[in-house]
């Protein structure tokens, strides 16, 4: 079935802007609060949402085999667990009903109130319930460059990574949407010097600027998803903020790794942009040496070009620009990811959230984390006015964007907007 909703040529008759994230060739899917207090599945154009549950119940949706319900649920589970076949014709659907050239809708002054809503006036929710968490640790940067701080730098790389998608299964009930506010956690550390441990908040608070896959159900328990089978099972990508504690992360991580300096909160963007619409973005990931095994092994172009950034903001402070990446640099894809996830048996379902790892590239610049950028605190970033951060500090808010460009198209993901608050008081612990 041909991806109609990507023509590039289209154009829809709500207002959309060139710089915008959203044309009508995106179509991203989330879950939003109406201005009547009522939780829909939805998407977007430019700025406009449009409830997909109130479309279906006016019968725009006719001619596609859907449950009555399947757009009035607080997530994206049910719709997701479709299957592609169904995500192609309903974002199909979408890009003909509010193609310019379409008067179905445009013309139904009394359905378009009902349908569409101002982004003010909605109220943006997690679009999936999230069941299982993965993260992944797939640049080979990122990888190069912790190891190189904290190993020996001629053997930065531990012996499997180039072999394997490394890989830990992270906690999904602190995976918040863009807005929510996310608390400095305490834990244990080791302070420098010392051969006891103290409790306390995270002197070490970092992000990690990465991007997150959403699957459908994917195979039953004992049955491995081929790598060439495995984009079948990925609806879509958000942006994800992975927050880490490096202090705590330090002192716990062995033998079993990440624990509390991981679990206490991820971000991610509210719209799920699909696999479909980043098709016109395809291009080749970096060159895998050693080869993989046979069951990693693909030809073709299974990587996609999203530049990606991160903005620093101190409270009360002007924005900087500290990062600037793209998805590209991915040593591992999400296939290869998917495929070694599975290989085992482990079962996959509707809604579960695959982590890339944090995304660095080649330069300093590119860096995915103030851990990288601020090498381990050696060298203070500069910011505007004076300031300078080695880590994030209370009150800092982090602005991670992406989006692709390509002849004039874009698409984008919007934002994952986070403020770090103090960690919560002692006294009860």
């Known amino acids: ?19 915008s994230d959203f044309p009508i060739q995106n179509i991203p899917f989330g879950v939003f609060l109406t201005r009547d ?34 757009f009035l649920q607080d997530s994206l589970n049910d719709f997701i667990s479709d299957g592609k076949k169904t995500w192609r014709l309903v974002r199909n659907r979408i890009a003909e009903v509010f193609d310019k050239r379409n008067p179905e809708l445009q013309q139904q002054e009394e359905h378009r109130k009902t349908v569409l809503f101002s982004m003010d006036e909605i109220e943006m929710q997690l679009p999936v319930q999230i069941g299982d968490y993965t993260d992944f640790y797939s640049s080979k ?7 190189s701080m904290f190993r020996d730098p001629d053997n930065a790389l531990l012996p499997n990574w180039l072999h394997i998608p490394v890989g830990y299964h992270g906690r ?5 949407p863009s807005g929510t506010p996310v608390r400095r956690p305490n834990g244990q550390t080791l302070p420098q010097d010392s051969d006891q441990p103290v409790f306390g908040p995270s002197r070490r608070v970092d992000f990690e600027l990465e991007m997150a896959f959403i699957t459908t159900d994917a195979n039953k328990m004992g049955e491995p998803i081929p790598v060439s089978e495995a984009e079948d099972y990925i609806f879509g990508l958000v942006l994800f903020n992975d927050w880490s504690a490096r202090d705590i992360q330090k002192w716990e991580y062995v033998p079993l790794g990440p624990f509390l300096a991981k679990n206490f909160a991820s971000s991610i ?9 980043l098709e016109p973005f395809r291009t080749s990931s970096p060159p895998q040496q050693p080869e993989p095994l046979p069951y990693l092994r693909q ?7 999203i530049a990606l950034e991160v903005d620093l903001i101190p409270d009360g402070g002007t924005p900087a620009t500290v990062s600037k990446s793209n998805f590209k640099y991915m040593y591992w894809t999400m296939a290869q990811q998917l495929a070694h996830h599975t290989v085992n048996g482990c079962k996959v379902n509707s809604g579960d959230m695959m982590g890339s790892g944090t995304i660095s590239g080649p330069t300093p610049d590119s860096f995915g984390s103030m851990l990288e950028l601020s090498w381990a605190g050696s060298k203070p970033l500069s910011l505007p006015g004076g300031i300078s951060r080695v880590f994030l500090e209370d009150g800092d808010t982090v602005v991670m964007r992406g989006h692709c460009n390509k002849g004039g198209l874009r698409i984008g993901f919007g934002e994952v907007r986070t403020k770090l608050l103090p960690a919560p008081g002692l006294k009860h612990l």
């Open 141 to 147: 940067e990122h990888a190069t460059n912790v190891g």
């Open 37 to 70: 207090d009522v939780i829909t599945i939805g998407t977007r154009i430019g700025d406009t949402a449009i409830d997909l549950g109130a479309m279906h119940q006016l019968g725009y949706f006719r001619d596609i085999p859907l449950t009555d319900d399947i």
């Open 172 to 176: 999904s009930s602190t995976i918040v």
């Open 1 to 19: 079935m041909s991806i109609k909703a990507n023509d590039p040529s289209r154009q829809s008759w709500l207002p959309v802007s060139e710089d």
């Open 299 to 305: 030809s073709g172009k299974h990587s996609f070009d």
């Open 269 to 277: 963007s509210p719209w799920i942009v699909t696999l479909d619409a």
